[in-house]
Nanobody, 122 residues
C-alpha cells in the first residue's frame, strides 16, 4: 500500500516561491504522481502530474510557466516548485498516485496524503 506525505506549505507573499514535497513509501513503479489543490468552497482541481520515468510532465493552464513538477527517484519523492505565486493559488495541496492509463484520469488518483496548506497574501 502506497502512503504519501506532503510537506513544504506555508504563508508567502504574492510573487514569492515555495517548494512542495510529496514523499512516497511503498511501490510506486509505473505510476503517475499528481498534485491537486482544493480551495475553500471549491472542488479539488488538477495542478500538475509527472510520469514514473519523469520524462513527461503535465500542467493546468492556470499554473503553466509558473510551477514545475519533478521527481527524485532515489528518494521516491515528487516536488512542486511554485514561483510567481498569486493569491488565487491559496489552497490545500495534495498529491496522489495512479497506475497506468492517462495522467488526466483525475478520478483514478488515490492514496492521498493529508495535504499541505499554501496561503498567498496580496
Amino acid at each position: 500500500q502506497v502512503q504519501l506525505v506532503e510537506s513544504g506549505g506555508g504563508l508567502v507573499q504574492a510573487v514569492g516561491s515555495l517548494r512542495l514535497s510529496c514523499a512516497a513509501s511503498g511501490r510506486t513503479f509505473g505510476s503517475y504522481t499528481g498534485w491537486f489543490r482544493q480551495a475553500p468552497g471549491k472542488e479539488r482541481e488538477f495542478v500538475a502530474a509527472i510520469n514514473w520515468s519523469a520524462d513527461s510532465t503535465y500542467y493546468a493552464d492556470s499554473v503553466k510557466g509558473r510551477f514545475t513538477i519533478s521527481r527524485d527517484g532515489a528518494k521516491n519523492t515528487v516536488y512542486l516548485q511554485m514561483n510567481s505565486l498569486k493569491p488565487e493559488d491559496t489552497a490545500v495541496y495534495y498529491c496522489g498516485v495512479k497506475k497506468g492509463g492517462y495522467y488526466s484520469d483525475y478520478d483514478r488518483y488515490g492514496n492521498w496524503g493529508q495535504g499541505t496548506q499554501v496561503t498567498v497574501s496580496s
